[in-house]
């Protein structure tokens, strides 16, 4: 059975994103989801770690992520748990975006999947570029420095 509900607060987060890319911006944007769907979401049983934006004409789609339909829910409510997903942006938002998408080796990832003080759902995503090795150790580096600094500070 999944964990109790969620009203209000983060969902699911996107830590690897973070590690994999050097995001550079950030933006909010609404996701456009079934009741059933909203419904699972609520209920935590949402995986964001593969998702990606994409575009389809003049609209931005999130790809990728899935969400897994709930045991207790009816067998009539039936959805594709990893089907994309429109993204709710006003025009000025979607066109600069595209145009970030446009860039060479950016690309824009879901970091965070949480409900607002509103109860709506909302998407944080964030516009990035991919880090080779040098720059993943580099972050491995710089946390493992941080961790024992603290060590020693407390010591």
Known sequence: ???SMIKFGQVS??????F???IEDTIEAGISLTGAEIKSVRYGLVTIVDGFVQKRGTNLFLAG????KLPTAARIVNFDERRPRQLLLHRAQINRMIGKLTEKGATIVPLKFYFNNRGKLKVLLGIGY????A???ETIKRREWEKSKARILKG
């Open 13 to 18: 987060e996107n830590r690897k994103a973070r």
């Open 135 to 137: 720059d993943k150790r």
């Open 65 to 68: 992520v899935e969400i897994q």
């Open 20 to 22: 994999s890319y050097s």
């Open 1 to 3: 059975m999944p964990r």
């Open 130 to 133: 991919g880090k080779n090795r």
